[in-house]
């Protein structure tokens, strides 16, 4: 049984990498020719990101490839060994937080050279060491209190019901949906200032847009998301009473009015058309398969790897492999994702106009250095979202058209002729 766990984590570590080499080399190539959407300076910039990014992305696969092989080789066991003073739940939350903390400690490097070093020289991230450390700091503290008491209740279910899988999912299954309310508030009182629009003529008309579909949300925000980074971005946070709507101050400054409720146009055109409750539903059932698997799997394979079949063990291999079944999972939760994406973006156009949510689009690719162009594998693979260029295309603007989408910048309108 080990054998066959071993060759799927291969299979998806080869699959992997070689998506990931397809797309570098596709990117490598593309940057040198004519610029697409992008303005020819960004677009090389853009190119030469996104191939630096997905190297670091195959280094750090492959470092991950080399980790798991010693955690199942002898890491499990020491591990085992050195948390031996502990029984049931204390056993889990111990061992599972011990292996996600040396697992974070391992991956540091990739994380501070993508931090410091990549997403600086790009003009990314605005992060200092001091905020970093804070925000890391608060983290920990989050995932030593909440995530420590979400593994002891799950070791606790594991341990009273002889199928554990179902209650398990339950309750994490509510753990995500109590997660997804809470987020805006975490966020707002631990790590972001959300702070009311001062552009009150804009918070009228979001107001009236929202109002427009019947959406209902505690209030409009922006926050301060430029002391970490420059990119662009906004989204709806929250469930039920704790909607809301969060506005970058990135965004907010480089869009215009009309841009800005096409953008949120497009993100209600997923609350209209039920995208939200679809998620829910793809992301239950896929988390049901994955209990359901987890919760049956046979007693050799832990005595192959030297672990007794207990809550530790049983969380540690969910942790270890799930990533697997979400890899070969997400090709076809993408494809529904970028179908849904085309709807919200025709919704999003008859909220403003055609002309005003192309021009964010196209904004939000410039500034935030976007490469238009990938591998068709790498599509396949990772993109929840179409490529921008069959967005533009599926909104019209080709051909003839394309000379009116930007009146005040030709660059942007020369190179969208050449989609």
Same mark, same amino acid.
Request: net charge negative.
């Given at each position: 049984?080990?054998?066959?766990?071993?060759?799927?984590?291969?299979?998806?570590?080869?699959?992997? *990498?070689?998506?990931?080499?397809? %797309?570098?080399?596709?990117? %490598?190539?593309?940057?040198?020719?004519?610029?697409? *959407?992008?303005?020819?300076?960004?677009?090389?910039?853009?190119?030469? #990101?996104?191939?630096?990014?997905?190297?670091?992305?195959?280094? $750090?696969?492959? #470092?991950?490839?080399?980790?798991?092989?010693?955690?199942?080789?002898?890491?499990?066991?020491?591990? /085992? %060994?050195?948390? +031996?003073?502990?029984?049931?739940?204390?056993?889990?939350?111990?061992?599972?937080?011990?292996?996600?903390?040396?697992?974070?400690?391992?991956? @540091?490097?990739?994380?501070?050279?993508?931090?410091?070093?990549?997403?600086?020289? #790009?003009?990314?991230?605005?992060?200092?060491?001091?905020?970093?450390?804070?925000?890391?700091?608060?983290?920990?503290?989050?995932?030593?209190?909440?995530?420590?008491?979400?593994?002891?209740?799950?070791?606790?279910?594991?341990?009273?019901?002889?199928?554990?899988? *179902?209650?398990?999912?339950?309750?994490?299954?509510?753990?995500?949906?109590?997660?997804?309310?809470?987020?805006?508030?975490?966020? /707002?009182?631990?790590?972001?200032?959300?702070?009311?629009?001062? =552009?009150?003529?804009?918070?009228?008309?979001?107001?009236?847009?929202?109002?427009?579909?019947?959406?209902?949300?505690?209030?409009?925000? $922006?926050? =301060?998301?430029?002391?970490?980074?420059?990119?662009?971005?906004?989204?709806?946070?929250?469930?039920?009473?704790?909607?809301?709507?969060?506005?970058?101050?990135?965004?907010?400054?480089?869009?215009?009015?009309?841009? @800005?409720?096409?953008? @949120?146009?497009?993100?209600?055109?997923?609350?209209?058309?039920?995208?939200?409750?679809?998620?829910?539903?793809?992301?239950?059932?896929?988390?049901?398969?994955?209990?359901?698997?987890?919760? +049956?799997?046979?007693?050799?394979?832990?005595? %192959?790897?030297?672990?007794?079949?207990?809550?530790?063990?049983? *969380?540690?291999?969910?942790?270890?492999?799930?990533?697997?079944? $979400?890899?070969?999972?997400?090709?076809?939760?993408?494809?529904?994702?970028?179908?849904?994406?085309?709807?919200?973006?025709?919704?999003?156009?008859?909220?403003?106009?055609?002309? /005003?949510?192309?021009?964010?689009?196209?904004?939000?690719?410039?500034?935030?250095?976007?490469?238009?162009?990938?591998?068709?594998?790498?599509?396949?693979?990772?993109?929840?979202?179409?490529?921008?260029?069959?967005?533009?295309?599926?909104?019209?603007?080709?051909?003839?058209?394309?000379?009116?989408?930007?009146?005040?910048?030709?660059?942007?309108?020369?190179?969208?002729?050449?989609?």
């Amino acid at each position: 049984m080990l054998e066959l766990a071993i060759g799927a984590y291969c299979i998806y570590f080869l699959v992997n *990498i070689y998506t990931l080499f397809m %797309q570098v080399d596709y990117v %490598q190539k593309a940057k040198n020719q004519d610029a697409v *959407i992008l303005t020819p300076a960004k677009y090389k910039i853009a190119g030469e #990101y996104s191939v630096e990014n997905n190297r670091l992305s195959m280094a $750090s696969t492959m #470092y991950e490839f080399v980790l798991f092989f010693i955690w199942i080789s002898f890491g499990l066991v020491a591990l /085992d %060994q050195l948390t +031996n003073g502990f029984d049931g739940w204390m056993k889990a939350v111990v061992f599972v937080d011990l292996f996600i903390i040396i697992n974070w400690v391992l991956g @540091l490097p990739f994380e501070l050279y993508k931090t410091f070093k990549l997403d600086k020289k #790009y003009g990314f991230s605005n992060m200092t060491p001091a905020l970093y450390i804070k925000d890391t700091i608060k983290t920990g503290i989050l995932f030593l209190l909440f995530g420590s008491l979400v593994i002891a209740a799950l070791s606790w279910i594991i341990e009273s019901f002889p199928s554990w899988w *179902i209650y398990g999912f339950v309750f994490i299954f509510g753990v995500i949906i109590l997660i997804n309310m809470v987020y805006p508030l975490v966020r /707002d009182k631990m790590y972001d200032k959300f702070s009311p629009l001062e =552009d009150k003529e804009l918070e009228t008309k979001i107001n009236a847009l929202l109002e427009k579909v019947s959406f209902k949300s505690s209030g409009v925000f $922006s926050v =301060d998301a430029s002391k970490r980074d420059n990119r662009l971005n906004a989204y709806f946070g929250g469930l039920g009473s704790t909607k809301r709507v969060v506005l970058f101050d990135t965004l907010v400054e480089k869009l215009t009015h009309n841009e @800005l409720l096409a953008v @949120l146009g497009h993100e209600l055109g997923h609350f209209k058309n039920g995208d939200i409750l679809k998620n829910i539903g793809i992301m239950g059932f896929v988390m049901f398969v994955f209990f359901g698997i987890f919760g +049956n799997l046979p007693e050799e394979l832990f005595l %192959q790897l030297n672990l007794n079949n207990q809550p530790y063990a049983i *969380i540690i291999l969910f942790l270890m492999f799930s990533p697997i079944l $979400s890899f070969f999972l997400m090709p076809l939760i993408s494809a529904i994702s970028r179908h849904n994406e085309y709807a919200a973006d025709e919704f999003g156009s008859s909220m403003a106009t055609k002309e /005003d949510l192309v021009n964010a689009l196209l904004k939000l690719a410039n500034e935030n250095k976007s490469f238009p162009l990938s591998h068709p594998l790498y599509i396949f693979f990772f993109y929840s979202h179409p490529p921008l260029v069959e967005r533009l295309k599926e909104l019209g603007y080709v051909g003839a058209g394309i000379g009116e989408v930007n009146k005040d910048d030709e660059a942007l309108k020369e190179n969208l002729e050449n989609i």
